[in-house]
C-alpha cells in the first residue's frame, strides 16, 4: 500500500516538473517572438529617419534587441535549472520516501 503511494506522490511530481518545463519553452518562445516583432517595428521606424539619424537609431534598435535576446535566454536557462533541481529533489524525496515505507514494513510486527 504504502509503495502505491509512493508511486502516486512521485508521479504527481513528475508530471507537475514536466508541466513546468514545457511552460519555459512556450514562455522563451513567446519571448523569441515578441521581441523580433518589436526589432521589426523599432526598424521601420528607423526606416522613416534619413542619414546619421537612422544609423544612430539602427544601432540603438539592433542593440536592445540583442539585449532582449540574451534576457531571454538568460531567464529561460534559470527556468531550466530550476525545474531540473527541483526534478532532483522530487527523485531525492522519492527515494527517501520508498526507503522509509521499506524500513517500516520490516520493523513492523508480523501478525
Known sequence: MNNRITSMVVGAFALALG?????????YTAAKKKNEADY???KADCGKKAGDDKKACLKDAKAK???AEKDAKA??????ADAKAAK????ADA???H???EADKKAAPKK
Open 99 to 101: 526507503e522509509k515505507a
Open 19 to 27: 508541466l513546468a518545463a514545457g511552460a519555459a519553452d512556450a514562455d
Open 95 to 97: 527515494k527517501a520516501a
Open 88 to 91: 532532483a529533489k522530487a527523485a
Open 40 to 42: 521589426k517595428a523599432a
Open 75 to 80: 531567464a529561460h536557462e534559470k527556468k531550466e
Open 65 to 67: 534587441h540583442e539585449q
